[in-house]
């Protein structure tokens, strides 16, 4: 094989991936979003064929000939180039460790697990739930193992998340979380609680779905190329940078969390979104690891969200959207009421304080599911356990516990620890930004296209066309330091709660 | 190969099929409803990849072999297992004729001219549009001529969406029609018209949703198998009797657009949701003809919907979703309102009366196109003149005129017919429905359930295992005649304007 037919055969091979992941984003966007329930009984058939069809179209001797050849040859090829074949040879290598059959069936499962949480969930009804768990944590088990037999299963599954991240890495890092914050939390849980009221009278969601708008206005959001739609659990998803979908949830009485779950996925769209032009419809086209993924999410919801600035520029949209709900509020009492940190039972709702508590249990908790450690029919129990001594707070029901987060249904084992990793990303991005200009005149005229373009040059324009390792040096400005994080939450709520 | 052979072949075929008519319809569906205007540019990449896809799977000798081989058994496979090789087959025959590069170039050339349409429409921006609507029509041209180049292309066309049609057949019925409606549509004309006022009020969105809700309740419509999304244009679409969608619009000062778009096609989603389950996952799941699809849609819009005792049934409903606006209004009111019958420019507005003239007009015209009697300029005003001489209105723009209907944009030539014939369809079923129990105690009452079961009875539940011509004779009671349905007309119109 030439290197011209090489990379012919990489661009042809690539036309049919993107067609399959683009068929497969859809109909599992559209299945969480807007399809009636018992249209998973199609759904799973046609994802188990279309993943099927993807797998027999990947694992070829012409591709793996295609992409060694174009490896073979680093100077005589563009870097896009280069990157995509040492991309799609990782990929194709992992794909070929699981034959067809599981591949298809693990895949199929998914589908089916995913409708089965949901319904359990709504009728808090974990042992619906839990022989799919089981299925599901012994598929990822079994090709972990088969990707690499010479380390932990938990360990290879981390490092796909969050490439080059294991429990060697993770258990310090979480372990300095646990002893630096836990006496800030316990300390805040001694003074006085914030007004919250306001946010909880009555928000009705047509309402809030105009305040979503204004919301994505606010952050730059291209709407031409981004859409919003309702689902349980809110994610992001995306096909392209012409295609992006964020995704929300609202409540009549927490008009917070509605309005924080658009900021964080808003930060996942302009990631996607900010990607080059010039990596379009390729596989690099999509952003870097999960870890930086969350920095983006996590940074725009709480650094920028959750600051003083921008509850000064946004009380008055909000004003706008709810006039009488927000009369007599002023932009500190939604800074203290948006940072009311106290030990609670659902992450997605954390305060910025107690989250990485939230996201140390599910690692606890796969770190034993993968190990064996732990039944899934037991498994309710640690959670609640760990809620226990770790937050000190009692779990009512298994929909408020173990059954919250869509992760596990979806198969997704050790993509947890990202989102503590990204926060932290998230506040040394922030402080390097702040070294190179002041962001927050103009975050407090409402106006983001600063943050946007520091992020956009540094990390979102990359895609996957740099190195995790590489993005990360540049947008940190030097290695990675978990104390900075510690020290932010430090300051930030030992100045807020004056303790 | 074997009988049992060629089963499995056709059973493995159907299955992956369904795959890739579910993707499209899926991404079909997200594409018109909830992704963002740029999206096209991925979509059409990967609908023209699985159409692709599609046509590589359907055209193989080992299809036709296995179909050819159940055909020469009628006496060994079972009624369902013949039909679907039947119906494989046409469709095999149908596409061989067409070499794959045009079936995949006319395909996304829809999707382009879709996205297109969209924007031109909102723009009246016709001459934007005007050089797909000449590609889609040359194509159709050149598809139909190659299915069958002794007839005329658009007979070949017609027959596509309604089995037995031709123009031979059609002329006769749209000149019945205008000779017999034009009196009494100038008759009506004469006479004052209802009040409509209380229609045109503000009705807020986000009650319209609600009242929509209530309007799918009534027609006794599964949720959990049916949902409803918003769209430019209304339609129905479905994966399977699992995964039935529909589509409506809300204007906010029309409550009567979105109620009556959420009827028709709420209709037709009762037809697809009625399927027997033995057909699920074959290609004999969906509805029959055009005509048939067309006339359930059109009686429950029409017959049921613009009655008198439906009129009552759903004034208490109307009234809880706006009860300021409804104040006041009586049955007899919202009867005379939503019967109110005068020449106009849209036809998906249109009242019964009128409505087949708008057919008419686009059947005259797309005669002429398939023929190349007029040019893809000319057509605006061929279009705006027709509308003067047989409806004796004025075309403004061409946003309310020859952009309005989504059908062109699609490549669909030949369809309109069918909303004209379904319309006579439905008129002739009530009557026999009537014969055999009295439907309007029930409607009065707002329960469908006696109509939903004999329509269920004689249409739904047999999809496309009976030929058109067998559910058409045991749903009509004989033979079809277009003067039950002038007679129809004639007379509720005659009773409601006192002519």
């Not at 067809?100 to 709504?122: P, Q, S």
């Not at 032009?277 to 690891?289: N, P, R, Y």
């Not at 298994?398 to 059954?403: Q, T």
Request: proline residues 5%.
């Amino acid at each position: 094989m030439t290197l011209q037919q090489a990379i012919e055969r990489l661009n042809a091979f690539e036309e049919a991936q993107q067609a399959y992941r683009q068929a497969r984003t859809i109909l599992f966007l559209d299945g969480a979003t807007a399809a009636p329930r018992q249209s998973v009984r199609g759904r799973e058939r046609t994802m188990g064929y279309l993943s099927g069809e993807l797998y027999r179209l990947t694992v070829t001797g012409e591709n793996r000939e295609a992409l060694e050849t174009i490896l073979a040859h680093p100077g005589e090829v563009d870097a896009v180039t280069l990157r995509r074949a040492e991309k799609q040879k990782e990929e194709l290598d992992d794909m070929t460790r699981i034959p067809m059959e599981e591949y298809v069936a693990f895949e199929r499962l998914c589908t089916e697990a995913d409708a089965v949480w949901h319904e359990a969930k709504e009728k808090s009804d974990y042992p619906a739930f839990a022989p799919y768990l089981a299925r599901l944590i012994d598929y990822q088990r079994r090709f972990a193992q088969r990707k690499d037999n010479t380390r932990a299963p938990y360990d290879v599954l981390l490092d796909t998340y969050e490439k080059g991240t294991s429990m060697a890495m993770l258990d310090p890092f979480f372990d300095l979380l646990r002893r630096k914050l836990t006496p800030v939390i316990l300390a805040v849980k001694e003074r006085p609680a914030p007004r919250t009221d306001f946010l909880h009278q009555s928000f009705p969601v047509h309402q809030q779905r105009v305040f979503a708008d204004r919301l994505m206005d606010m952050m730059g959001i291209d709407r031409s190329r981004c859409a919003i739609a309702e689902t349980e659990h809110p994610f992001t998803d995306s096909c392209s940078r012409w295609d992006v979908r964020i995704t929300t949830h609202y409540y009549e009485h927490d008009v917070a969390s509605g309005m924080y779950s658009v900021i964080h996925e808003g930060g996942h769209a302009l990631y996607e979104l900010g990607v080059s032009e010039a990596l379009s419809f390729t596989c690099l086209e999509s952003g870097s690891t999960m870890g930086i993924h969350e920095s983006q999410s996590r940074l725009y919801e709480n650094l920028i969200g959750r600051s003083l600035p921008f509850c000064r520029a946004v009380l008055p949209v909000m004003r706008d959207c709810f006039p009488e709900q927000l009369r007599g509020v002023t932009p500190e009492m939604l800074y203290a009421a948006v940072n009311d940190a106290r030990p609670s039972l659902k992450r997605t709702e954390a305060d910025e304080l107690t989250y990485g508590m939230h996201v140390l249990i599910r690692y606890e908790l796969e770190k034993r599911m993968l190990r064996g450690d732990v039944t899934v029919q037991e498994l309710p129990e640690a959670w609640n356990e760990l809620y226990r001594s770790c937050l000190g707070v009692e779990v009512p029901c298994d929909r408020e516990g173990i059954l919250q987060d869509s992760h596990w249904s979806g198969g997704a084992f050790g993509y947890f620890p990202s989102y503590a990793l990204g926060s932290a990303y998230g506040v040394q991005m922030l402080r390097n930004m702040e070294r190179s200009f002041d962001p927050w005149p103009q975050v407090e005229r409402g106006d983001l296209s600063g943050v946007n373009a520091w992020l956009g040059e540094r990390i979102h324009r990359h895609g996957c066309l740099l190195r995790p390792q590489e993005i990360l040096r540049d947008a940190l400005g030097g290695a990675f330091d978990p104390q900075v994080y510690v020290d932010y939450l430090t300051q930030k709520f030992t100045a807020l709660y004056q303790l």
